[in-house]
C-alpha cells in the first residue's frame, strides 16, 4: 500500500514547468547583454600598412546602454572581398565567416587599428561593430579600399 | 504422435481387458477393470516395504470412481482483458497473480505518468522555443540572440528548437514504451487465463500400471497418461 502510494505521490513532486507566455522573452533583461549597444561605430578612413589595414574609427562614440559606458565594449572587424550587400542577407554582417578580428576598447590609445589582411591584393570591403558581451550593435557605414 | 499411440494403447488395453487404474472427476459410470491380487506389504528386514507374489505376472488395478473434480473456476477472458486495459495490474490480480499485478501496476502508473510528464515538458519547451523566436525576430532579426533558461545558462533560438524536437522525441518514446507495457501485460494475463481455463476443465486421469513379480527379481513397469477430455 505504501509503495502505491508513493508511486502515486511520485508524479506531484517532480511535475513538468507550466508553458510561458508567448511574449515571455520580450523582456531586455531576460537577454544577454540587455540593450545592444549604440549607436553604431563609424569608420572614418581606411589605409593600407604593408598587410594590414589601418582602421580609422575616430568619429566612434557607441556605449553600452545598460552601463552608459564603451570601456567594455569590444569591436570587432569584418572583411570581404564582394559588398556584403551583394548576397542580399543581413545576417552576412554579423557572420563570424568575415571576421578579421577584434579588440577590446580598454586596450586602446587611439580609435585606430591595424588589422591584418595577409597579402591580398584587390579591393576590400570593410566594416565593424561593437559587442558588449551579450549583444552586437548594428554595422558600421562599409568602407572600400584597393590593396596593392 | 506419442500422445496418440498412447492413447491408442490404453483404449486397448481397456477392450482387451488389461487391468487399468482410473481416476475420475466424480463420473460415476466410469468402465474399469478390477482384480484382485494378493500382496503382502510387510515390512522386510531392512525397513523397506516389500511386496511379495507368486512367480507369475500379476496385474493391479483398482476403480476409484468417488474423487472429486480436479481443476477450479473459469475466468473470463474478455473480463481479464478489459481490466488489464482500463486498471493498472487489474488483469493479473484478477487471475490471482498477484507479483504480475504489482509488476505492471507498477509500470503502467509510471509510464502514464512519464507520458503525462513528456507532454507537459513537450508544451513548456514549446513555448519557450516560440516566445524566442517570436521575441529574437521582434528586437533584433539580424542577430542571433541569447535568451536566458529558466534552466539556467542562455540559449539562442536554435537551441530553444533542439528542445522542443527532443521533448517530441521523448514523448514518441514514451507512448512506444507505454503501448510495450500494455500489450506485454494483455499477453501475460492472457497466457494466465488460457492456463486457468486449460485447467478448470474436467479431466479423467488414466494411469496403467503392470507389476512383473518374480521370485528374487522385480520388474515394475509403470506407465502415467493424462488425457483430458
Known amino acids: ?64 546602454p545598460d552601463t552608459g559606458l564603451s570601456t567594455e565594449l569590444v569591436y570587432l572587424f569584418y572583411g570581404t572581398t564582394t559588398h556584403p550587400d551583394s548576397a542580399g542577407n543581413r545576417a552576412d554582417y554579423y557572420d563570424d565567416y568575415y571576421r578579421l578580428g577584434s579588440i577590446k576598447h580598454s586596450g586602446l590609445t587611439e580609435l585606430k587599428v591595424a588589422v591584418y589582411v595577409g597579402s591580398y591584393t584587390g579591393r576590400a570591403y570593410i566594416w565593424m561593430t561593437a559587442h558588449d558581451g551579450g549583444r552586437e550593435s548594428d554595422h558600421s557605414n562599409v568602407m572600400e579600399i584597393d590593396l596593392n | 504422435m506419442y500422445k496418440k499411440i498412447l492413447q491408442l494403447f490404453l483404449i486397448c488395453s481397456i477392450f482387451t481387458g488389461t487391468p487399468l487404474f482410473a481416476a475420475g472427476n466424480g463420473t460415476p459410470e466410469v468402465d474399469c477393470f478390477h482384480r484382485e491380487v494378493q500382496y503382502d506389504y510387510s515390512m522386510n528386514d531392512s525397513g523397506a516395504e516389500r511386496e511379495t507374489g507368486s512367480d507369475e505376472t500379476v496385474h493391479a488395478g483398482e476403480c476409484i470412481n468417488n474423487l472429486t473434480p480436479q481443476g477450479g473456476e473459469k475466468v473470463s477472458l474478455r473480463k481479464a482483458l478489459l481490466l488489464d486495459l482500463l486498471v493498472p495490474g487489474g488483469g493479473h490480480f484478477y487471475t490471482g497473480n498477484t507479483g504480475f499485478g504489482i509488476t505492471f501496476a507498477s509500470l503502467k502508473v509510471i509510464g502514464l505518468w512519464s507520458l503525462y510528464y513528456c507532454y507537459s515538458d513537450w508544451k513548456y519547451r514549446r513555448s519557450l522555443y516560440y516566445s524566442a523566436r517570436d521575441a529574437n525576430e521582434s528586437m533584433d532579426p539580424d542577430h542571433r540572440l541569447y535568451f536566458e533558461d529558466p534552466d539556467g545558462g542562455y540559449k539562442t533560438v536554435d537551441e530553444y528548437e533542439r528542445d522542443y524536437d527532443r521533448a517530441a522525441q521523448r514523448i514518441t518514446f514514451a507512448v512506444l514504451a507505454n503501448v510495450l507495457v500494455y500489450a506485454s501485460s494483455m499477453i501475460f494475463t492472457y ?33 502415467r497418461y493424462l488425457y483430458r477430455y
Open chain 2, 191 to 223: 497466457y494466465h487465463v488460457v492456463r486457468i481455463n486449460e485447467n478448470a476443465v474436467p479431466t479423467f486421469e488414466i494411469q496403467y500400471s503392470c507389476a512383473n513379480n518374480v521370485s528374487g527379481r522385480e520388474v515394475l513397469l509403470t506407465a
Open chain 1, 1 to 64: 500500500m505504501a509503495f502505491f502510494t508513493v508511486l502515486v505521490l511520485c508524479p506531484f513532486c517532480f511535475c513538468a514547468d507550466d508553458p510561458v507566455d508567448r511574449d515571455y522573452f520580450m523582456n531586455p533583461e531576460l537577454v544577454k547583454g540587455g540593450a545592444k549597444p549604440a549607436p553604431a561605430p563609424v569608420i572614418a578612413a581606411l589605409s593600407e600598412n604593408g598587410d594590414y589595414v589601418v582602421v580609422d574609427f575616430t568619429g566612434t562614440a557607441t556605449v553600452d
